[in-house]
């Protein structure tokens, strides 16, 4: 694609607000030995103390530095590509999150959108690394924005919406670079399948063949509890509906080049 096809084709798409997220270490998920203690403190939520498994061990994994979108993509932003794809246009208004896209679409909509902005195979979906890289910052928070949960700070269950809000609506309960809704509003598709960690507990199952997508989702959306908003919680697509579980993602892309 030469510079006048790639203007002409940017010419319709809304530019990126990306946020750089720079190298560091992550310490990635949950010790297994506070694995009950976390179970016990979400008990209201139902959720089993097996589905925590999931997050253990912890780990420290060294992130490159990568781009982040401040937001989830949008149903205008999903609109051009929509139009030139045949797929369905999310219900919602234009500035609430996309949601109900399947991980392929996703995936498909990331190279489309490279292409048209000159850039081909340089935008993808984040990986579970990338994306818990990104809420957690440098330390071992809880939610994206500090240790404790406080309703107000992000679009879940107890909000009592139950619906998308649009996106970036809750600034203070941005992570530690300035990334907005990585807790709610709509769960978030991420490039990496899903898969034990190196030294799970044994009961941490291999496959998750009930899942309607082996993919694994981060951060949950608005009909979700607020375990769903811990920066550990690795989640999944286990309905066939995703617009109803409110499935939608979000861009990353290289980090910006020195150019000296």
Known sequence: MDDREADRGAA????????????GWLLRGTPAEAIPEVAERYARTGVPVEWYRKEAPRSRVHVPGFRLARTQVTVARWAPFARA????????PPDHPATGVTWEAATAYCRW???????PGEIWLPTEDEWERAARGDDDREFPWGDTYRTGLANLADLGLGTTTPAGSFPEGAGPFGVLDLAGNADEWTSTLY???????????????????PHITRGGAFRHDIDLARCARRHGAYERDLTAIGVGFRLAAPAVRDAG
């Open 12 to 23: 319709d798409v809304e530019p990126v607000d990306w946020v750089e997220i720079p190298a």
């Open 85 to 92: 794809t045949g797929r369905p246009l999310p219900q919602a």
């Open 113 to 119: 959108l490279g292409e048209r902005l000159g850039s």
């Open 195 to 213: 898969a034990p960690y190196p030294g799970a507990p044994t009961e941490v199952p291999a496959t998750e063949e009930w899942a309607f997508d």
